[in-house]
Structure formats: structure tokens, C-alpha cells
């Protein structure tokens, strides 16, 4: 079976920093490789974790192994007339560096877009953090969906025998939250919104509304989403963390790992209200909208070796 990237699964560290990418007009292949083997040399020197997505323009001129169904991201609109979106920015190359100590995060990812100047150019950038207890700052707890740790790898990676064996698709998406509207709730309000209960009560609620956001994420067996007797499907792993920009923009850049691309897709089309039961839109949705959205894959480690060496 070839070897997942590690960093998809290792604990993460303290700081993270998202950079994505794409080509510039005469771009040199060979430089990017050559850019991208220092950083994986750079960052495991220093301990850094490291995780390389690749988009579906660029990842099928590195090598053949390409997954099946790897589709660029596109814009989801809600036609109910409410304007919601996640908006669809698709690029060629993610860097997700994470650890405890911002300087090395900081410094590997800036030696790497030096090295990458003039073939590859920033489309957008994030640096994150932990905040408390794994939360997000509308204050529940993230991630508690996740299968257990020693289940993720058989969600989030392409089993052995298939195109792509090893790697894993990501969606990597900026959320921005209107904070000062979500907090104006009460907070019982909040959790038929989000269908848990909040920090450090995290259990979910004893029902769930047809817009709550659980019931749009959690896939059910036969469509009954939000159905606790219906058997889940399609789970994914996240890893997401909370950002704030100095001029106010706060939210959750949001980082999920599945084994298909296709289960990606049908969770933003169910919190628009473009599928499911009477095309309810996801009630976080009025709070939190993506500014930024991409798909990538990251390889396996046997695969990007050979794209970088």
C-alpha cells in the first residue's frame, strides 16, 4: 500500500499557514520540482509538517497517477435568491505548513515562494492558529464528526489497487464569519443552527432541524440526513483552524481529506439547498460563507517523491 503524507494525520501544531499557487506565462516544470523538493527538505530538517495538494490543471503534467473524478472547484450558489455562495477560486499547488513555532512555519513557506518566483505566483495566503479547545470562534468545538483517529486513513485515503492509491482529495476553503450576527443569537438558537450543543457541552441536540448544519454534513444512508437511525456514509477528516486578519475578517479556513471527491462536492451543494429534502439551506450559511475554494490531491509519498526527485 503505498504511504499517505504524514502530515495529513500528525498532530497538528500550533500555527498553520495555507499558501496556494498557481503558473505564471512560461512557468518551468523543472524549477517548481526542484523548488518543491527544498521545501520538503527544509521542512523535515526542522520538524515542520508539510502537506502538498496539487490541483487537477497541474498534478496530470507531474505524473500519470491521477485519481478518477478529480474535478477543479466550482462557485455553489443558493437559488432561493439569499446571494449565498461559496465561491469556487480553483489554483494549482497548496503548501500547508503547520507547527508550533511560527517563525519556522514563516520562514519555510517564504523560502519556498522565493524559490518558486517567476514560475509560480501567490493567489492567496492564510496563516492560522489554535484557538482554545479546537474551537471555532463561534464557539463549538471542530472536528468532533471526525471517525476515530485510526479510522481517519480509511476515509481520507485511496485504497490500494485504485488510481491515486495513498493519496487524498482536500477542499480547502476561507470561511468568513459575521461574527457580531451569529453572537446576536441566543444560543439556544445557535445550536438548532449548528444541531451540538456548544463548548464544553458538545453532545448533539435532541433534534435536528431540517436547516441545521448537521443535518447537511452528515451523510445518512438512502438520503436521510439528519437521521440518527440512518447509517452515516461518505464520512471525511477535518482539519480546520480559526484565522483573523488585522482588518477585522475573522473565520475558519476549512481543510477536509476524503478518499472520493464526489461525497466534497455533495456536502456544499445539500448546505446551499441544491439537493436533499425540500432544498433547505443550511442556516450557518446566513452567518458563514466561503471567500476562497479550492479542490487539490495530495499524493502519496512514494508519488511525490518521484514528481520532486
Known amino acids: ?14 500555527n498553520q499557514w495555507y499558501v ?11 524549477v517548481i520540482k526542484t523548488a518543491l523538493s ?14 502538498l495538494g496539487f490541483g487537477p490543471g497541474l498534478l496530470p503534467e507531474l505524473t500519470d497517477d491521477v485519481p478518477e473524478d478529480f474535478q477543479a472547484y466550482t462557485t455553489v450558489e443558493s437559488t432561493d435568491g439569499s446571494g449565498r455562495q461559496a465561491k469556487g477560486t480553483q489554483e494549482e499547488l497548496l503548501l500547508w505548513l503547520n507547527h508550533d513555532d511560527k517563525d519556522k512555519v514563516w520562514k519555510a513557506q517564504y523560502d519556498a515562494r522565493k524559490a518558486l518566483e517567476g514560475h509560480m505566483a501567490v493567489a492567496r495566503e492564510t496563516p492560522t492558529f489554535i484557538y482554545g ?4 470562534m463561534t464557539g463549538f468545538k471542530d472536528g468532533t464528526g471526525n471517525p476515530a483517529d485510526e479510522d481517519q486513513p480509511a476515509v481520507a485515503v485511496v485504497p490500494d489497487g485504485a488510481s491515486g492509491a495513498g493519496g487524498s482529495h482536500i477542499i480547502a476553503q476561507r470561511w468568513v464569519h459575521d461574527l ?20 464544553p457541552e ?8 431540517a436547516y441545521s448544519h448537521l443535518s447537511h454534513v452528515e451523510l445518512r444512508e438512502n438520503g436521510n440526513h439528519g437521521n440518527e437511525e440512518s447509517g452515516k456514509r461518505n464520512e471525511i477528516a477535518r482539519r480546520s483552524t480559526p484565522y483573523a486578519f488585522h ?13 472520493d471527491q464526489a461525497p466534497l462536492r455533495e456536502r456544499m451543494r445539500l448546505m446551499y439547498g441544491l439537493d436533499g429534502a425540500n432544498n433547505v ?4 450559511t446566513d452567518y458563514s460563507n466561503p471567500a476562497s475554494g479550492s479542490f487539490y490531491f495530495a499524493p502519496s509519498e512514494e508519488t511525490l517523491a518521484a514528481i520532486i526527485n
Open 180 to 199: 457580531d450576527g451569529w453572537n446576536a443569537l441566543s444560543v439556544d438558537q445557535q445550536e438548532k443552527n449548528f444541531g451540538r450543543k456548544k463548548f
Open 202 to 209: 458538545i453532545e448533539k441536540t435532541d433534534q435536528q432541524e
Open 247 to 259: 482588518d477585522g475578517t475573522v473565520g475558519l479556513y476549512f481543510m477536509a481529506f476524503c478518499k
Open 20 to 30: 496556494h499557487l498557481s503558473r505564471t506565462e512560461g512557468a518551468d516544470l523543472g
Open 38 to 51: 527544498g521545501l520538503v527538505t527544509d521542512c523535515n530538517a526542522e520538524g515542520i509538517n508539510l502537506t
Open 281 to 284: 439551506r443550511d442556516a450557518m
Open 133 to 136: 479547545e479546537s474551537l471555532d
Open 1 to 14: 500500500m503505498p504511504t499517505p503524507q504524514k502530515a495529513i494525520f500528525n498532530g497538528m501544531g500550533q
